[in-house]
């Protein structure tokens, strides 16, 4: 009987295991607010750790070493009573093949993350409603780590995470919250699974499959070939830039992947377009033209 038992709960792991897609760090930092009760921060990272990890975002069976990683990274900077005013950073990586390298896909920070909490609330989200900015914004976030991850594996793969993650924008545009609509010029929510979706910018989606999935994933087996893919990859997003207000894929890809691009092309092999993907790099992100001089 005893046995049948830890059967039974083994399976029953087993299965709980395998509806996580998500391996997320969910960290609460809360140094700045003063006061004694620190409790309600512990409770809500306690809390959130457990919806992200334990919630199956998709119909799929995912091992545990298929997991996502990532770590969403939320900064109090103020509480009065329930409410609380924060920025949220969303970081994910991938494995490429072949190594133990895990790439970075996205490093995101949302500077207006307000939200209200009760500690001890339940977790709960509706997707045909809007209830709570905390819970629309993790549930939002988790599904735009699905879908730029999935994306970097198969052509536009992400793209019924990248749909969910709409509807979550939709559904929360009745708050009325500026972070949810459409703003001119503000690199938002709206505007980050807008250029997502957009098909003028679709171009962005196909190199991050090339860049990562013909690019990264074959240096293990041609190291030259997949350079010169990588290379090609990025010089491909010139092709969008322009043709939206503020370039917030091209600033997300760059964010994201700067450090990566640098260690690629400071050594050899070179690669026929060097220099053209030093002028693009430079065009497309200036801020990083500290690093951009280390390229060769």
Same mark, same amino acid.
């Given at each position: 009987?005893?046995?049948?038992?830890?059967? #039974? =709960?083994?399976?029953?792991?087993? #299965?709980?295991?395998?509806? /996580?897609? =998500?391996?997320?760090? %969910?960290?609460?930092?809360?140094? /700045? *607010?003063?006061?004694? &009760?620190?409790?309600?921060?512990?409770?809500?990272? $306690?809390?959130?750790?457990?919806?992200?990890?334990?919630?199956?975002?998709?119909?799929?069976? *995912?091992?545990?070493?298929?997991?996502?990683?990532?770590?969403?990274?939320?900064?109090?900077?103020?509480?009065?009573?329930? @409410?609380?005013?924060?920025?949220?950073?969303?970081?994910? @990586?991938?494995?490429?093949?072949?190594?133990?390298?895990?790439?970075?896909?996205?490093?995101?920070?949302?500077?207006?993350?307000?939200?209200?909490? &009760?500690?001890?609330?339940?977790?709960?989200? $509706?997707?045909?409603?809007?209830? #709570? !900015?905390?819970?629309?914004?993790? %549930?939002?976030?988790? $599904?735009?780590?699905?879908?730029?991850?999935?994306?970097?594996?198969?052509?536009?793969?992400?793209?019924?995470? +990248?749909?969910?993650? /709409?509807?979550?924008?939709?559904?929360?545009?009745?708050?009325?919250?500026?972070?949810w609509q459409n703003v001119v010029g503000k690199q938002n929510r709206f505007l980050l699974i807008d250029n997502f979706l957009s098909p003028k910018l679709s171009a962005y989606r196909n190199t991050t499959y090339n860049?990562?999935?013909?690019?990264?994933?074959? +240096?293990?087996?041609?190291? !030259?070939?997949?350079? /010169? @893919?990588?290379?090609?990859?990025?010089?491909?997003?010139?092709?969008?830039? &322009?043709? @939206?207000?503020?370039?917030?894929?091209?600033?997300?890809?760059?964010?994201?992947? #700067?450090?990566?691009?640098?260690?690629?092309?400071?050594?050899?092999?070179?690669?026929? $377009?060097?220099?053209?993907?030093?002028?693009? %790099?430079?065009?497309?992100?200036?801020?990083?033209?500290?690093?951009?001089?280390?390229?060769?």
């Amino acid at each position: 009987m005893r046995k049948l038992v830890f059967l #039974s =709960l083994l399976m029953f792991s087993i #299965s709980v295991m395998k509806s /996580q897609e =998500l391996n997320c760090l %969910v960290t609460v930092n809360y140094n /700045q *607010v003063q006061g004694s &009760n620190t409790q309600v921060f512990k409770t809500l990272e $306690n809390s959130l750790s457990e919806f992200v990890n334990q919630t199956k975002w998709t119909n799929k069976e *995912v091992k545990a070493e298929e997991r996502i990683d990532c770590a969403f990274t939320i900064i109090i900077s103020s509480r009065d009573a329930n @409410t609380f005013k924060a920025t949220l950073q969303v970081q994910s @990586t991938r494995p490429v093949f072949g190594s133990t390298y895990a790439s970075p896909i996205l490093n995101l920070k949302d500077n207006d993350f307000n939200f209200k909490y &009760n500690e001890f609330d339940p977790l709960i989200y $509706n997707k045909n409603s809007f209830d #709570s !900015n905390l819970i629309s914004t993790i %549930v939002f976030y988790a $599904n735009i780590v699905l879908g730029a991850d999935a994306d970097t594996f198969k052509n536009k793969g992400g793209e019924v995470y +990248l749909k969910e993650a /709409q509807n979550v924008m939709l559904q929360a545009q009745q708050s009325g919250l500026a972070s949810w609509q459409n703003v001119v010029g503000k690199q938002n929510r709206f505007l980050l699974i807008d250029n997502f979706l957009s098909p003028k910018l679709s171009a962005y989606r196909n190199t991050t499959y090339n860049y990562h999935r013909n690019g990264l994933d074959k +240096l293990v087996t041609d190291k !030259n070939i997949a350079k /010169q @893919t990588i290379e090609d990859a990025v010089i491909s997003l010139e092709s969008i830039y &322009n043709k @939206t207000v503020g370039n917030y894929l091209i600033r997300t890809f760059f964010d994201a992947k #700067s450090d990566e691009i640098v260690n690629l092309y400071s050594d050899g092999p070179a690669t026929r $377009n060097q220099n053209k993907l030093i002028e693009v %790099v430079r065009k497309l992100s200036p801020n990083n033209n500290s690093k951009w001089k280390d390229i060769k």
